[in-house]
Each structure stands twice: as C-alpha cells, then as structure tokens.
C-alpha cells in the first residue's frame, strides 16, 4: 500500500469511504460484509476510515464504530464530519459531536471535517450564534479532535471566502476531484487555491459515483490500446495521483470485489506519462454534452436581471452529466430574482455571447431540470428523519 504524509501523520493513500456500504434489499448495511472488508483493508495498509453523520441515515457511523472496535485504536484513522451542510433552524454542535463519539464507540477522532462547506452552508459556519468551528477548535485543543479540516462542494470563489476567514485554522480540505471535475466542476481552480494556502488535499468522487468505472466500449478501446490490463477505474485514480498536493483518495467501496480491485491498484501506483493524461482528459472532455460558454462574462454586462450566466451555464453542464446535489445547493443559496426562473427570455445575452449560444433556451433547461428536483430543504428534512429513526432504533 503507497503511504503518503500530511499532517504528522502517516496516511494510507487509499481511504476507506463509508457512504455507499453494501446493503441488503431493505437498504440495511450488511455488517458482516464492512467487517470484512475492513479487515481486509487494514491487513492490507488500508488505515484511513471515513464516515459522517447523515451517510445511511445515521447508521454508517454505528457500523464502523462496531467494527472496528475490536482494532486496537492506534492502528486506524478515524474521520467523520459535522452536518452543518444540513439546513436547519438551530444547530448544536457540541450535542452532534457528543453523540458521534458515543457513536463510534471512541475517545476521540483522528480526523474530523465540517461538511460540505457550499454556497448553502457557508453563512451557517461562519455564523458566530453557532460557535461552529470555534466549537470545534476547542475540541482540538482538548485532543477530542486530533485534526481539523473540512470538505466541499462548493465553487472556488466560496472556497477562497472561507479561506480568507478560517484557512489558518484548516489542516486539510477534501473535494470532489477527477479527470471530468477538472473542468467541468473547476477542480483546477480549487487544488491551485488549497496548494496556494499549503493545505493538503483529500480526494472525494474519484470514479464520480462509479460513471467513471464504467466507460464506453470506444472509450475503453482506446485505453486498452495503451494497457491491455488496466481498468477504467484504475486509470481514473492513477489521473489522481499525479495531481499535485493529493494525500488521500477516497473510494466508496460497496463490496469486496471493489475493495480487492483497488488494493492492488495502491499497492504501487506511477502518475500518468503526459501522453496518457492527455488521453484521460480528452476522453473526459468528449463524455461532456456541454454547452460551450468560455466564462467571458459578456452576456453580464447586457442582462436586465443581473443574472450570473457563466455559473448557470456550467450548472447545467454538470446536471446534464448527473451531478445534481451539487447544482441544486448552489441555486438555492441564490436569491429568487437570481435564480435561471428570473430570466426573462429578451435574448439580450445572445446579442453579446461571442459563441452565439441560445442562453435563453439552456436557462429554459435548467429551470426544468431543477423543477424536477427535490430542494435541498426537503433532502435534510428526508436525512434528519432518516438519521432520527436510527436513533430511535438503537435505543430499543
């Protein structure tokens, strides 16, 4: 297994991601199945585990906790994160925190993140009525948290605003990272900003929920012509590799088979030559139905409703490649006279785009796309629920 250091740490390079455990046909986690594939993984060099309060509706905290109880407590990494991302009319960390360790069944965690710092949740952990991350840094200081981070989904631009106020205080940042979020997600501009501030990267979505595992025939061929015996995922996270600043990849293993596979992927693992990244990122580029707006911010200048179009433009990039959760956050942060709703249909933006892109059209599609989306509030009230029913449970 390759190891990798940041923060006074020994990290293994490949993390153990707990959001998508193997269930059963009722959705429960089959623990048997985590117990063994744990054990295979820290057997293996495998010794950064990462789990959240919301992933499998509160019970993936549980089950890891269960299993890896009976692991002396020195040999594995434990990361979970704080649901600040939720939306709520309160927020109580110190109760969360509480129950998570109870949870976990542990004194401490090694790592511990504030989750999904987005364009939704950022106002929420920087509000001083909750004490959030001050919350959170006492911890730290108490040796209740060993390592402070936190992740994001959100946009450089939300990324640098929380830097400016709390990047002194960040040891690392996990993002959503792969040969497609390059460009399509803006990727470059996140790992170019965390490098900047000298903050390590840990990596979520490396396979991109498994699209990236699973490419087409032509696409494979074309792979295959450079390594018969590579797969599609392994290319993925070798691209990974050689980005700089990377310390952790995370891969959401739902079986035994996953786990094998992307061992012997870390067992030793070369970036890609520049000629096969030039492959990978023009394979990438052509799985895109994307519209294609440069982000000259032209079409701006001209718009009665001061609407960001470049931003909205990229947003239906990504939902025409599924990346839905993402999308659905950024536009409920924004105002509702700002929102792709409020575009009036003029065609003004069309008059100044130098691509000549029907900009009223594609506003028209992702209102529609959205239209038929859950809001983000009603996902956190479905996950409270969800996470409140696993209490009751463990109670009885």
Request: charge should be positive.
């Given at each position: 297994m390759i190891h990798t250091e940041a923060c006074g740490e020994k990290l293994s390079m490949l993390g153990f991601g707990t959001m998508r455990l193997p269930v059963d046909e009722a959705g429960k986690i089959i623990e048997a199945q985590v117990a063994e594939m744990t054990e295979y993984a820290l057997s293996h060099g495998v010794n950064y585990f990462d789990t959240a309060y919301p992933y499998h509706g509160g019970e993936s905290e549980r089950v890891m906790g269960r299993v890896l109880e009976k692991y002396p407590r020195e040999s594995f990494l434990l990361a979970t994160k704080y649901p600040g991302h939720q939306l709520s009319e309160r927020y109580d960390p110190a109760a969360i925190f509480e129950e998570q360790l109870q949870k976990c069944g542990v004194e401490y965690f090694d790592f511990y993140l504030l989750h999904n710092v987005c364009e939704m949740s950022i106002d929420t952990y920087l509000d001083p009525?909750?004490?959030?991350?001050?919350?959170?840094?006492?911890?730290?200081?108490?040796?209740?948290?060993?390592?402070?981070?936190?992740?994001?989904?959100?946009?450089?631009?939300?990324?640098?605003r929380f830097l400016e106020k709390y990047g002194k205080d960040m040891e690392f940042c996990q993002i959503q990272l792969n040969y497609m979020d390059w460009t399509l997600q803006d990727a470059k501009a996140k790992c170019d900003l965390l490098n900047a501030h000298n903050i390590p990267i840990w990596v979520m979505e490396p396979l991109r929920g498994g699209r990236l595992a699973a490419l087409s025939p032509a696409d494979m061929?074309?792979?295959?012509?450079?390594?018969?015996?590579?797969?599609?995922?392994?290319?993925?996270?070798?691209?990974?590799a050689g980005v700089p600043g990377v310390k952790l990849i995370l891969s959401g293993m739902s079986n035994f088979v996953q786990m094998q596979q992307n061992v012997e992927t870390?067992?030793?693992?070369?970036?890609?030559?520049?000629?096969?990244?030039?492959?990978?990122?023009?394979?990438?580029?052509?799985?895109?139905?994307?519209?294609?707006?440069?982000?000259?911010?032209?079409?701006?200048?001209?718009c009665p409703m001061e609407l960001d179009i470049p931003m909205m433009m990229n947003s239906l990039n990504e939902a025409r490649f599924g990346a839905q959760m993402g999308i659905g956050m950024r536009m409920e942060s924004l105002p509702a006279d700002k929102q792709p709703t409020a575009c009036l249909?003029?065609?003004?933006?069309?008059?100044?785009?130098?691509?000549?892109i029907d900009i009223p059209s594609h506003m028209q599609e992702l209102a529609d796309i959205l239209s038929k989306m859950p809001s983000w509030?009603?996902?956190?009230?479905?996950?409270?629920?969800?996470?409140?029913?696993?209490?009751?449970?463990a109670q009885k």
């Open positions: 009525r909750w004490g959030i991350v001050d919350y959170f840094l006492k911890q730290k200081r108490l040796g209740r948290i060993r390592h402070l981070g936190f992740s994001s989904h959100g946009q450089p631009d939300n990324l640098r061929g074309r792979l295959r012509s450079a390594h018969p015996d590579w797969t599609a995922a392994k290319w993925a996270f070798r691209w990974i870390f067992a030793a693992m070369q970036p890609l030559s520049a000629a096969e990244n030039a492959l990978l990122l023009d394979i990438g580029e052509g799985m895109k139905n994307s519209v294609p707006c440069t982000g000259c911010r032209y079409c701006c200048d001209s249909g003029c065609g003004a933006c069309m008059e100044m785009c130098p691509q000549k509030a009603e996902t956190c009230r479905q996950r409270e629920e969800a996470a409140r029913r696993g209490r009751e449970q």
